[in-house]
């Protein structure tokens, strides 16, 4: 299959929030073109992309994954569902071997365990040592192997066949999302998902200084002879105009689907539902960091999607300056800053012929976008497009 990518561009006004913090509970920052900008790490977004998949129900819950380390107790869970017999100890040592058999390491945490100990309760079940991402027919797969094995586990798994079983079911039917974002597993290599997607720290287009919010709470209990706060407290904040990008690989999200696609399926209609669930997710998603208290609820101002068959191009270097807001605010001069980078680099480098181009837009101080690309009228329409843009190129031979 010949390499192509769709490219998403977003600008994003966010008001006075805190979607992503550090390790002091400040708005994470960088320093690009010489002057701090907020930034928006590309963990917190991915996360949040990967949430509203579920969240709107973008995707049937059998085609996403979970990512957990108590990978025993989950898997228990669905042996319990396949056979009523198997419950309780029976069920969770069936699945602490069939997890095992698949090449996954798990332990009993030494902090829970001493828990237990201290408290006089039951053994805690076994965690995998770090997080694994499984989809939901690779866990249902696993269970279902471990009913197989009831009468006796231990000596099944030590037929070589069964164990490679265990592996293989690691290893296919990948989940949308573990298709999209890959999965990484140090110990068993061989079941490493290599990312379909990329996605940049989001940061701020202009120049941006963290403030801080002093706070106070009042006691309802407090009479009158009682005066002052019952707390108080800081958190600090910014407010910005973000862009935004991320890089989905078409041919490695099909790649990454094929061994989980359904019988009854043409390979472009399962990849078609990825890529317009992730395009939707990631334009509309928004971490949800200090969200109660900011109530920062927006969506980008401006959407440019370029399906194209050369490479990958961001256009941040379009914000190295940064933009100064001379003209009462940011998203006006960024849209300018856009609708002259994103030809002039296209033109320079030779940009194939067959990109497309497509662009949302919000308002009047997007205007200048307009000549770009095909102008979509509404997200649903221009989803739609993009789907069956992939869905066509999927579909010619090479």
Do not use: C
Not at 109 to 133: C, I, N, V, W
Not at 303 to 327: C, H, M, N, Y
Not at 361 to 382: Q, V, Y
Request: charged residues 25%.
């Amino acid at each position: 299959m010949n390499r192509f990518y769709l490219d998403v561009h977003a600008l994003q006004t966010v008001p006075p929030s805190n979607l992503n913090r550090d390790d002091t509970g400040a708005p994470k920052s960088a320093v690009y073109g010489g002057v701090p900008r907020a930034r928006v790490s590309s963990q917190a977004w991915k996360r949040a992309t990967r949430a509203y998949f579920e969240d709107e129900q973008l995707l049937d819950p059998s085609e996403l994954g979970v990512r957990t380390k108590k990978i025993v107790e989950v898997v228990a869970a669905r042996i319990e569902t396949a056979d009523a017999s198997l419950a309780g100890t029976a069920a969770q040592d069936l699945a602490a071997d069939v997890v095992q058999a698949a090449g996954l390491k798990v332990e009993v945490p030494k902090r829970k365990a001493d828990a237990a100990s201290k408290s006089g309760g039951s053994e805690p079940l076994p965690e995998a040592k770090y997080l694994m991402f499984l989809s939901s027919r690779q866990l249902d797969g696993l269970a279902e192997l471990a009913v197989e094995s009831a009468q006796d586990s231990k000596t099944f798994f030590k037929d070589k066949k069964n164990k490679d079983r265990a592996k293989q079911l690691a290893d296919t039917r990948h989940s949308v999302d573990i298709a999209l974002f890959g999965r990484m597993v140090a110990d068993v290599t061989d079941i490493n998902v290599d990312a379909a997607v990329q996605v940049a720290h989001a940061i701020s287009v202009h120049r941006v200084e963290n403030e801080s919010d002093y706070y106070t709470a009042v006691d309802d209990k407090n009479t009158d002879a009682e005066p002052g706060a019952g707390m108080i407290g800081t958190v600090d904040f910014n407010s910005a105009t973000l862009y935004r990008y991320a890089a989905l690989g078409i041919h490695q999200l099909a790649a990454n689907l094929g061994q989980g696609l359904r019988e009854d399926e043409p390979v472009a209609t399962p990849v078609r539902r990825a890529v317009e669930a992730f395009t939707r997710s990631f334009i509309e998603s928004l971490p949800k960091g200090k969200i109660n208290t900011f109530g920062n609820h927006t969506l980008p101002e401006a959407v440019v999607v370029k399906l194209r068959t050369t490479r990958p191009i961001s256009f941040v270097s379009a914000f190295e300056e940064a933009v100064r807001g001379d003209q009462g605010g940011h998203v006006r001069e960024a849209v300018e800053r856009l609708a002259e980078y994103i030809p002039d680099i296209e033109r320079k480098y030779g940009d194939d012929t067959t990109t497309l181009t497509w662009i949302l837009r919000i308002g009047p101080n997007t205007h200048k976008l307009s000549g770009i690309g095909t102008e979509a009228e509404t997200l649903s329409d221009l989803l739609t497009a993009v789907g069956q843009a992939v869905a066509e190129r999927l579909e010619t031979p090479a």
